[in-house]
């Protein structure tokens, strides 16, 4: 209540203290570079140690008010240099050029709902990727898109699966069980990331039983946005440039400003891409150079060793056509043309109504037959000036995708491709018969599993409605020489629908074996999520000859809601039927949600020292309804500040020292309450008390950052070099605590214990080369991050996270003061003397903590060379480290069918007694992106289509096209679980990775 | 002017956004609140049930539905997709981390807590809801309950020992007891109920139980049958309490054979007719559906020991207990081609098949057993005789059983076929007998650990700082 008070007065005072001297009129014109001088529209031009400006019109043209005396003005554009200029009293003309910001020196940083500083000020290391950087080469979603960009960001894949499921990670693992996902922002508004369980594990039975499981390799639901309508990322990498966003910035935030219109020509971009996937790796079968290698194998393994059976295995071998297969050949062998249409317009007019229209349509295949991702979008970006103080703008886009992801990752019903291979010896026959049917499949280990037929007839289609929407209003509601004050409102929605299925027809072969007289699944899941935003800010900006001072303070309302209904249905005979009311059975369940947040903050930046000095102070005051109390508001303050040091040699350009100090928190997700477990006995509802013990004060994680840091600008701003350290301590922890289940209970809901993550992360951008035609720039970017457990609450002991894992034998996080937060856990070595068995006893082998599943550093080295109209780029990530459980050598190991069957058989012999060998290092060096373009020459385009064509390249890219590795899995980068804090790092068949092969024609009319 | 209409707006919107209600109740389940304080009888009901069921859930367990079979060498498993059921079995030792050794503890405590807690709110509740009579009822049932789920987990563990849980204290943990003061716990918790359950004299429980309840010979709402049920399973523990080596407890045989005639309806030995042998208390399930509680038996992936097969004797009509399979199943070294006849999963009935908790076939066999280890062996084959002869099989005389151990044979025999695949007696006896070790068993595979107990899981280790905080105290 006291701030709104504030808020008036302060306006109140400003609006009687208006003085306006503006004497003479400049006008002028600004130009890019290049030697045709092209004009620049929608540039600002202000003069400096006032709040006077324009924005330069379609032709480059500007005019401004301006005092008598001598003036500076400062011109800016995005992309461009900023460039001051000295007008003398008596001039009134003046040409501005402005030379590309090619390092990207002077990007706009946001601080806040409604401000931002240039980075050349900003006091903390905040990461920004342009549009261009991101769709570089076409990338299946935006998270992947940043992968190998962004110093302190982990971004990984959960799988080779079309469609998405990527996890970033910023700064290290921030919560053991609370929210892992960094929040997404799209133009203001807070957007959904969640990831809805799809219901694979119906069929798959991963984690058994009858409903959708953390094993269903879901996607999570930023993938939906369109990177090609992405004006430029920024990264605010933890609480001390996140803590505007209160009690959901723990674990960073990405900003994403999405593609607005803008004043000038109309500009229409098209671009159209062709291209493939392939097979990047293989893990190859054993193949049996004899029928009686095959007879011995099978008395070994299967127990088959009558002679009867070993007559009969020596038969079945003989009379197979082919004696190895190489069933992922076979399998992963989908050659349809993966394609994606990209259409842009955009235009409007200064001082009237701007607008971006954009429109995409793709298709990405999966490996496997008729698995694919497909996404079509349409979006409307409306701006609208209305007189000289209002700004209007609008948002809409309207996104569909579908996903048909086919069946990977863990399964308990002999489901998963990669399971199957691992169980089937590789003369037998899996592809389809002539009459076009399916052969059962042999293999005495299966109950006739055919991953060729399950292809054929299991669908899981996964479609998604998304409706992302915003709208905003910037008053000017007061501006004078000095000062100026700014309201801007914004509204904005997420809504989606989300809607899976799965189809699993009783004739199939595993679904006959794995569901017996229930064979025949529906599943259909409908998810709705709804996000709506309300912000409202006021900025108050005070220019004065010693400094600036740019106050904002505002609310932040949020309203986050979803239901989701899923049922499965057993026994559904016919293979048509998709009607779960055809099931002889049902299983429903649904889960809804509803969090209301709000928050007040407030903020002051204060520049001084001729703009080298930035000192900046803010607070955000939120509550929401996950805490328990719901009424009360946690604070979050942060403090920072910046300094461009003067005075410096001739070859330094500049020299920035930062230090930043901020708090975020992180909301619980339930705990509030002890839920009654409602248990039915024979139709009759009966209840007991959860196992899991609510806390009546459950209350937001709390995380503290200092970041300090320089960067430095030298040789003409060629080369800049930024350096940032931090100490993000993260106290109040959400867990679980496990407790001894003797009580009744399995685990307690409690706020305690700290975790530490400590990091250095170092950028360096150059132009090492420019001259002719021929220029060179390059990125490096290079995080190292230690995260720890230091302290749990009391009467917590070291627990397993239960985040998903397959026991100690493999390999599971491991929660311990003292230790990485990233730590595995399995046996390592016998206690006893081996017993003759070659078997350790469970109980004697020693439990130690033998990996870790976090890289000792990761780095991206990212390079562009330019030769006329060619470009090449391409950009490798290197991470050092970093370990993977790998059950799938497991599953082959357990049946003798790897193909390297010596190695294979060494390492199950070292597993049983006791030694950790699935744990296996996953360091790797990927070729992220390559791409190589050709501008087509100004006189081909010119003549081209009547000369509306501006410019057209030609374009060859590849994603993901080799990786340098050790680990002898498919792909180090690889989660079972989906995306999860800890315990990612479990390897069990997943969906293998892919090359992507890509041609692209990129106009521009 | 306009500015202050714009500085107005703004503090209205503030002032509109301050009056959202920042209160959200939970929607999706209901919180102990919703039974705190006093009960009403649907809420007894609720919460009674809620014992019930989860009883039902750890009998469901793997754990206690199978691992116990499998280590009596009785039951195979055998999954290509999850080898453990062998090798933590039958070829090796289970992990207490996961799977195989990590289950049949947590639900058995969830239901004692359920018991414990509506065992404290049951004085709560006004007499217009609940008669004193129907809540004496009401108390024997769920102490009984408390105490067969002690017993279940006793079962699975034998030397281990157990947790007693704190009765009305969530927040502490038990001490870990010995055998002998498990079963010592299990008896006074049993004779307790036994009192509540006299004390109720003829009134019925206060709300109608499942069919196991009633179905099966004998209507267990009533107070007086429930405390057959409570003497039969208080003469189950006294005959285990009897056979523990380290200290027997002096009289419990006797003491036994008087609780199961009572139990029995006070039959003479032998005098029990087969056609009660079905009588008792069961565990009744359902397929599918939102309860899907299916019986855990019904499991294509399960198949009879042949050496199972091979033990019968000729003529035993139990041996209907034992089919074919469609296609033998093989792995990990073991291979059979028989199963059971519950367990086919192609015939949907096997769902729905009830599992007794206790039946009089298996009182007269454990009255049997008590009068042979008391030195009654006359009594002992009567008992004995009443149940071969009924299967088909000729009498027995002492002439063919004249020693103990030729008795304790015999008896195991019955026991074996007459109660196959119904819960985890036969790992009792065997263990009990010191049958389950090298030497006195064919192994089943080379590296056969002839393991005789589920260990306590490794999260009630970890939560009390280690296996070393795990050894039973006896004092």
């Known amino acids: 209540m006291k701030i709104r008070t504030v808020i008036l007065g302060v306006l109140a005072v400003l609006a009687a203290s208006a003085a306006q001297a503006q004497q003479r009129r400049i006008a002028g014109r600004v130009t890019g570079e290049g030697g045709a001088a092209e004009p620049l529209a929608g540039a600002s031009i202000t003069i400096v140690g006032t709040t006077i400006g324009a924005y330069t019109g379609v032709d480059g043209r500007f005019s401004v008010m301006a005092p008598s005396g001598p003036v500076t003005l400062r011109a800016r554009r995005i992309g461009y240099t900023a460039k001051t200029v000295e007008v003398p009293a008596g001039q009134n003309e003046v040409e501005i050029a402005l030379v590309k910001d090619v390092l990207q020196l002077e990007a706009q940083v946001i601080t806040g709902t409604a401000t931002a500083v240039s980075s050349q000020n900003a006091a903390n290391a905040v990461s920004v990727v342009s549009g261009e950087q991101l769709t570089r080469v076409a990338a299946p979603t935006i998270d992947n898109a940043l992968q190998g960009k962004v110093a302190g960001a982990i971004v990984s894949q959960n799988s080779g699966a079309p469609g998405g499921g990527t996890q970033i990670q910023l700064r290290g693992v921030s919560t053991i069980l609370g929210n892992y996902s960094p929040l997404y922002v799209v133009d203001g508004v807070i957007v959904n990331n969640n990831s809805i369980n799809n219901g694979l594990n119906v069929i798959s039975g991963a984690a058994r039983g009858n409903y959708s499981s953390s094993q269903d390799q879901s996607v999570n639901r930023i993938a939906d946005l369109n990177p090609n309508d992405i004006e430029s990322i920024q990264i605010l ?151 000289s103080r209002l700004h209007l703008n609008a948002n809409s886009e309207l996104l569909h995708t579908i996903t048909q992801r086919g069946v990977s990752g863990n399964d308990n019903n002999g489901i998963s491709p990669g399971n199957i291979f691992s169980a089937t010896p590789s003369f037998m026959e899996l592809r389809r018969n002539a009459d076009g049917t399916f052969p059962e499949n042999p293999s005495p280990l299966l109950a006739g599993s055919n991953p060729f037929q399950n292809a054929d007839i299991i669908k899981t289609p996964e479609s998604v409605f998304r409706l992302l929407g915003s709208a905003s209003g910037t008053l000017n509601a007061y501006s004078t020489e000095r000062q100026t004050v700014d309201l801007t409102l914004t509204g904005g929605l997420d809504s989606y629908a989300d809607n899976a299925k799965i189809v699993s027809p009783a004739y199939g072969y595993t679904e006959a074996s794995a569901q017996g007289a229930l064979a025949g699944t529906l599943f259909n899941s409908d998810a709705n999520f709804v996000n709506a935003n309300l912000n409202g800010s006021v900025v108050h900006r005070l220019v004065m000859p010693a400094f600036t001072a740019q106050t904002s303070a505002g609310f932040r309302q949020e309203r986050r809601q979803y239901t989701i209904t899923q049922i499965t249905g057993r026994g559904v005979i016919f293979p048509t039927v998709t009607s779960v009311s055809q099931a002889a059975q049902t299983f429903p369940n649904q889960n809804q949600d509803l969090v209301k947040d709000f928050a ?210 493999y390999g599971n996080a491991w929660i311990e003061p003292g230790q990485s937060t990233t730590v595995i856990q399995s046996y390592d070595g016998c206690s006893i003397p081996l017993p003759a068995s070659g078997r350790c006893p469970t109980a004697s082998k020693i439990i130690a903590l033998v990996g870790d599943a976090n890289p000792d550093y990761v780095m991206g080295f990212n390079n562009s060379f330019t030769f006329g109209h060619a470009h090449l780029t391409g950009l490798v990530e290197w991470r050092k480290g970093g370990d993977v459980v790998n059950l799938t050598n497991n599953y082959f190991d357990g049946y003798n069918l790897a193909a390297d069957t010596l190695t294979s058989q060494k390492r199950i012999a070292d597993w049983r007694t006791g030694l950790p060998v699935y744990v296996e290092n996953a360091g790797f060096v990927k070729l992220r992106e390559i791409t190589l373009g050709y501008d087509l020459p100004a006189s081909l385009t010119q003549t081209l289509l009547r000369g509306t064509l501006q410019n057209a390249r030609l374009e060859l890219s590849g994603r993901n096209l080799h990786t340098w590795t050790k680990y002898s899995g498919y792909d180090p980068e690889v989660s079972n679980f989906s995306n999860q804090p800890l315990g990612r790092m479990q390897d069990v068949t997943p969906y293998p990775p892919s090359r992507q092969f890509l041609v692209s024609i990129i106009t521009s009319f | 002017m306009r500015k202050y209409t714009t500085a107005l707006t703004a503090g209205l919107l503030l002032a509109a956004a301050c009056k959202d209600n920042p209160v959200v109740p939970p929607v999706d389940a209901p919180t102990t609140n919703a039974v705190s304080g006093q009960l009403t009888s649907a809420g007894v009901k609720t919460l009674a049930l809620g014992v019930l069921a989860n009883d039902r859930n750890l009998v469901s367990e793997l754990s206690y539905s199978k691992l116990p079979e499998i280590y009596a060498r009785d039951m195979y498993r055998i999954d290509p997709n999850e080898p453990r059921y062998v090798t933590e079995t039958l070829a090796g030792t289970p992990d207490p981390g996961s799977f195989s050794g990590s289950g049949g503890w947590t639900n058995g405590y969830v239901t004692i807590r359920a018991a414990n807690t509506l065992l404290a709110a049951l004085p709560n509740t006004p007499a217009s809801q609940v008669s004193p009579a129907q809540l004496q009822a009401t108390t024997g049932l769920i102490q009984t309950f408390k105490a067969l789920e002690y017993y279940r987990l006793l079962e699975l563990r034998d030397s281990l020992g157990v947790a007693l849980q704190p009765d009305n204290d969530p927040n502490t943990v038990g001490p870990i007891v010995c055998k002998a003061k498990a079963l010592d716990y299990i008896a006074a918790l049993l004779d307790s109920a036994n009192t509540a359950l006299v004390a109720a004299g003829g009134a019925s429980l206060p709300f109608t139980p499942p069919t196991g309840f009633t179905k099966y010979g004998r209507d267990y709402t009533k107070a007086a049958n429930l405390a057959l049920f409570n003497r039969g399973l208080k003469g189950k523990v006294d005959v285990y309490r009897g056979l523990q080596h380290q200290s027997p407890v002096a009289g419990a045989f006797t003491q036994a054979i008087t609780e199961l005639s009572t139990a029995l309806g006070t039959a003479t030995p032998g005098g029990v007719p087969s056609s009660d042998f079905k009588t008792g208390l069961y565990v009744t399930f359902v397929a599918g559906g939102t309860e899907n509680a299916a019986n855990p038996l019904s499991d294509s992936r399960i198949g009879v020991n042949p050496k199972a097969q091979a033990g019968l004797q000729a003529g035993d009509t139990r041996a209907s207990k034992i089919i074919p399979l469609a296609k033998p199943i093989s792995g990990s070294g073991i291979t059979t081609d028989v199963t059971f006849v519950g367990s086919d999963a192609g015939n949907a009935a096997n769902l729905t098949n009830p599992i007794a908790i206790l039946r009089d076939e298996e009182l007269v066999l454990l009255r049997a057993q008590a009068y042979f280890e008391a030195g009654q062996p006359l009594n002992g084959l009567a008992d004995l005789n009443s149940v071969r002869t009924s299967y088909g099989l000729p009498a027995l005389t002492l002439a063919d059983v004249p020693t103990l151990d030729a008795q304790r044979n015999a008896l195991l025999y019955e026991k074996r076929y007459s109660l196959f695949f119904e819960g985890p007696q036969r790992l009792v006896d065997l263990r009990a007998y010191g049958k389950l070790k090298a030497g006195v068993t064919t192994p089943e595979v080379a590296s056969d650990p002839f393991n005789t107990a589920i260990p306590i899981p490794k999260t009630e280790a970890d939560a009390r700082g280690g296996r070393e905080n795990l050894t039973p105290s006896c004092s």
């Open chain 1, 237 to 387: 990498k933890g609480p001390s440039a996140s803590s505007i966003y209160g009690s959901k910035g723990t674990n960073g935030v990405i900003i994403i400003t999405t593609k607005q219109g803008r004043a000038g020509r109309t500009n229409v971009d098209f671009t159209q891409r062709v291209g493939r996937s392939t097979l990047a790796n293989k893990l190859g079968t054993r193949c049996f150079k004899s029928a009686q290698e095959y007879a011995d194998w099978a008395a070994d393994v299967v127990g088959a060793d009558s002679p009867a059976e070993i007559a009969d295995n020596i038969a079945a071998y003989n009379a197979a056509p082919v004696k190895c297969h190489d069933y992922e050949s076979e399998f992963y062998s989908n050659d349809q043309l993966s394609y994606e249409t990209i259409a842009s317009v955009r235009g409007g007019t200064q001082g009237g109504t701007t607008y971006f229209v954009s429109g995409l349509a793709k298709q990405d295949n999966g490996l496997a037959p008729s698995d694919y991702y497909k996404k079509q979008s349409l979006r409307v970006n409306v701006g609208q000036t209305i007189g």
């Open chain 1, 600 to 809: 007040y903050y407030a903020q002051e930046e204060f520049f001084t020292l001729q703009d080298r000095l930035l000192l900046t102070a803010g607070v955000n005051a939120e509550r929401s309804s996950n805490n328990g109390d719901q009424k009360k508001f946690y604070t979050y303050p942060k403090f920072s500040a910046s300094y461009r040091v003067p005075m410096l040699p001739s070859f330094v350009n500049e020299l920035k020292a930062r230090l930043a100090y901020g708090m975020a928190g992180n909301q619980p997700t339930g705990g509030r309450n002890t839920f009654l477990t409602t248990l039915l006995y024979e139709g009759v509802t009966g209840a007991r008390s959860s196992t899991i013990k609510g806390a009546e004060n459950i209350r937001p994680e709390k995380a503290t950052e200092l970041e300090g840091g320089f960067d430095l600008t030298v040789w003409n701003s060629r080369v800049r070099f930024s350096a940032t350290m931090y100490r993000k301590q993260i106290d109040d922890l959400l867990l679980q605590a496990a407790i001894a289940p003797s009580t009744g209970f399995t685990s307690q809901y409690i706020n305690g214990g700290q975790i530490v993550n400590r990091g250095t992360e170092l950028e360096l951008d150059a132009t090492p080369y420019e001259r002719g035609s021929f220029t060179w720039v390059s990125n490096t970017t290079f995080s190292q991050e230690r995260g720890k457990v230091t302290s749990l609450p009391e009467g917590v002991n070291p627990f397993n996270p239960g985040v998903g894992s397959f026991g100690t034998s």
